[in-house]
């Protein structure tokens, strides 16, 4: 049981403390305490509580808050220091209790009440940072709260920081900086994220796959099931209502109750597993599709989820009543000639050495690749989803496992009907790949589509084309 308490998911952490408390509690050890204590129940707690937040831990003159909104950590933690200026207006400076702030957003893992690991290492040294009486936050938080609140940070650039293996972005603000902002700033922030088109909420469980893994899985909307394998690098929270992916969550759990999970290495699931291959890729399906407790349904897949779900299908035909495939490959790219394997190598190289890096340089690479047509603010976001789903070193073995993948003398065997969809312009799976696929599956139809991204974007023609195709395959074959 206490294996099952201790889970992964993405949190905003606000770490602050008093500057200057060696020296307060030395000059007056019990004024500083019952200073201290008033400060807390008057403006910190109170306002923490406001923004949705959960105190974790106290540390003396520190505290710990986490948040599932960095919006909601970013005005709360702006409000906490105009709160203590205006305590502090009165006091002598030398007296004052003046908080540092430092916020950060990622991937924290939960055991109980507790929360640890770099996402909380990290606030904690953007607060030692900090001015007195100031605000510093992650690259990862400014670009979450960007266009969202009316507060513009000051880009304090790439800092190295104790015991954080990778440099960290850092944007602040000092004290002056928090006085001056609008008193309607933050209030237009929440208003605007309040009225923000939103998806149903989605319900996120975890199940234990037969090697002991802990597996998180998702389910949102009503009517008949409809199950998405997972692909290279997914986060069931991050991802939910982000600007590459909440248009297919929202389209495809329209009219079905939509089953998705993070594959084993990645996302909300464990990430600390010994096996990260193919054939643990389809066994954790089984295992999710067995506790979301469904029957029978057609099968999603994109990209590499693809393959996984054909190896799936064939392994359970009672299951799967039709095959969605796009984007898709039958054989890895360690298998499409030495040029291609070289390449592939490669790449598995770059992502041990520069996954892990505050500068997104690194991501940006795989993300044109993914997205070429997509938006600044669509790029930031797959820079950020690439880094939160997964460690280097598992981005780096989920890579690999990908490369070697080769389920070609399946293809022959699928007997269910099968929908193929694929982009011409696609750089990650070319083209021919989804072709080849296709003409390989008994009776499969092949859409090609005109577009030039590997993940397909609301905003490009072959969205529409797609929803098209998809709605009429699940109507004909229900």
């Known amino acids: 049981m206490a294996q099952e308490q201790v889970t992964r998911r993405l949190a905003a952490i606000l770490a602050a403390d008093v500057v200057g408390y060696s020296r307060l509690m030395g000059d007056d050890e019990m004024g500083t305490l019952q200073a201290l204590k008033a400060h807390r129940r008057s ?5 923490i509580t406001s923004h949705n937040g959960r105190i974790v831990k106290t540390t003396g003159d520190g505290l710990l808050a986490e948040f599932a909104s960095v919006i909601d950590a970013v005005s709360c933690a702006v409000e906490m220091q105009r709160g203590m200026a205006t305590r502090n207006a009165d006091i002598p400076e030398n007296d004052r209790i003046v908080f540092r702030v430092g916020i950060n957003v990622g991937d924290i893992i939960f055991d109980g009440d507790d929360i640890f690991g770099d996402g909380v290492n990290v606030a904690a040294r953007l607060e030692a940072l900090c001015e007195p009486g100031g605000l510093c936050i992650s690259r990862s938080a400014n670009d979450q709260i960007r266009d969202k609140l009316s507060v513009a940070f000051n880009d304090l650039g790439e800092q190295t920081v104790k015991n954080i293996s990778h440099t960290i972005g850092v944007f602040g603000l000092a004290a002056s900086d928090i006085a001056g902002i609008a008193d309607d700033a933050l209030t237009a922030g929440q208003i605007v994220q309040a009225v923000a088109p939103t998806l149903a909420q989605q ?3 975890y199940c234990t796959a037969t090697d002991g893994a802990m597996i998180a899985y998702a389910t949102v909307g009503s009517g008949p099931p409809l199950v998405k394998a997972p692909h290279w690098l997914t986060h069931l929270e ?3 209502e982000s600007p590459v992916w909440s248009h297919l969550n929202r389209e495809m759990s329209a009219d079905h109750t939509l089953v998705r999970f993070d594959q084993r290495g990645n996302g909300l699931s464990d990430w600390g597993v010994e096996d990260i291959s ?19 349904f057609p099968l999603l897949g994109i990209s590499q989820g693809c393959s996984m779900s054909v190896a799936y299908t064939l392994r359970n035909p009672e299951r799967v009543s039709c095959l969605i495939l796009y984007g898709g490959f039958a ?8 040029a291609t394997r070289e390449q592939a190598e490669a790449t598995v190289t770059m992502i041990k050495h520069g996954w892990g890096q505050d500068n997104p340089a690194f ?24 880094k939160i789903s997964a460690s280097p070193e598992n981005a780096a073995r989920l890579r690999e496992t990908s490369n070697e993948i080769e389920v070609t003398s399946l293809l022959a065997e699928v007997k269910v009907p099968t929908l193929v969809l694929h982009c011409r312009g696609d750089a990650i ?6 072709r080849r696929m296709a003409a390989m599956i008994p009776g499969a139809k092949f859409v090609p589509l005109e577009g030039n991204n590997h993940l397909m974007l609301e905003t490009e023609p072959a969205w529409p084309r797609f929803l098209e195709e998809v709605r009429a395959f699940l109507k ?3």
């Open 43 to 47: 403006v910190v707690d109170p306002t």
């Open 203 to 205: 319900e996120i469980r």
């Open 238 to 240: 991050f991802e939910w």
């Open 278 to 296: 193919f054939d643990a890729f389809v066994r954790d399906m089984e295992t999710v599709v067995e506790a979301a407790g469904v029957d029978r």
């Open 331 to 338: 054989r890895g790219t360690s298998h499409r000639g030495q």
């Open 363 to 386: 991501r940006q690479f795989f993300t044109t690749g993914f997205i070429p047509e997509a938006t600044p603010e669509q790029m930031d976001w797959f820079n950020d989803l690439q």
């Open 429 to 434: 799976v070319p083209f021919d790949e989804g």
């Open 476 to 478: 004909e074959t229900s």
